[in-house]
T-cell receptor
Framework: KAGVTQTPRYLIKTRGQQVTLSCSPI?????VSWYQQTPGQGLQFLFE???????NKGNFPGRFSGRQFSNSRSEMNVSTLELGDSALYLC?????????????FGAGTRLSVL | AQTVTQSQPEMSVQEAETVTLSCTYD???????LFWYKQPPSRQMILVIR??????QNATENRFSVNFQKAAKSFSLKISDSQLGDTAMYFC???????????FGTGTRLQVTL
């Protein structure tokens, strides 16, 4: 069974641009979560989706948004990029939306904002 | 606030030796799940072990075991017979309630040497 797939693996953008990251969960998984990883702030939760609905959101500005499609694939979008948005963005999928479920992570998308 | 503290930023252990990574957490929830994830230089986050808070028995997965002290809110990871492939960042995390959201610690960088 294929793992969590994130595309692209690397992105370079300039300040003010917007970016869209994609995540395909493990087949059969219906819950997708997103995390931002930086050296300074560590791993921070962005949001999670289940059945196309955002179930939980972290403490990030409105420039960060996401969505989930009917096939459980998810995208996150960052508008008006800032230098501080440079990070590794990790996507994780789990069977359903519940704390007991193991989250399986993708390899991440490395975003560099110049 | 729900927090996870990993007080050891870096550790080193010789191959075949045993090492213990510390983790403490704080939550007011009664139903929660604890995890140790490993992130090697390839950056893919991999689940090492999971503990359900309502279970008193410590979880074990091959060379990996935990010491779960619920009253002390402590969840340490013991790696026996360390191998070079264990070199990675190790993150302690927990999830609570009905959400899949993980709250992570700052990580411990483990180096296994010959």
């Amino acid at each position: 069974k294929a793992g969590v797939t994130q595309t692209p693996r690397y992105l370079i953008k300039t300040r003010g641009q917007q970016v869209t990251l994609s995540c395909s969960p493990i087949s059969g998984h219906r819950s997708v979560s997103w995390y931002q990883q930086t050296p300074g702030q560590g791993l921070q939760f962005l949001f999670e989706y289940f059945s196309e609905t955002q179930r939980n959101k972290g403490n990030f500005p409105g420039r960060f948004s996401g969505r989930q499609f009917s096939n459980s694939r998810s995208e996150m979008n960052v508008s008006t990029l800032e230098l501080g948005d440079s990070a590794l963005y990790l996507c994780a999928s789990s069977l359903v939306w519940h704390a007991k479920n193991i989250q399986y992570f993708g390899a991440g998308t490395r975003l560099s904002v110049l | 606030a729900q927090t996870v503290t990993q007080s050891q930023p870096e550790m080193s252990v010789q191959e075949a030796e045993t090492v213990t990574l510390s983790c403490t957490y704080d939550t007011s929830e009664s139903n929660y799940y604890l995890f140790w994830y490993k992130q090697p230089p390839s950056r893919q986050m991999i689940l090492v072990i999971r503990q359900e808070a309502y279970k008193q028995q410590n979880a074990t997965e091959n060379r990996f075991s935990v010491n779960f002290q619920k009253a002390a809110k402590s969840f340490s990871l013991k790696i026996s017979d360390s191998q070079l492939g264990d070199t990675a960042m190790y993150f302690c995390a927990f999830s609570t309630g009905t959400a899949s959201k993980l709250t992570f610690g700052t990580g411990t960088r483990l180096q296994v040497t010959l």
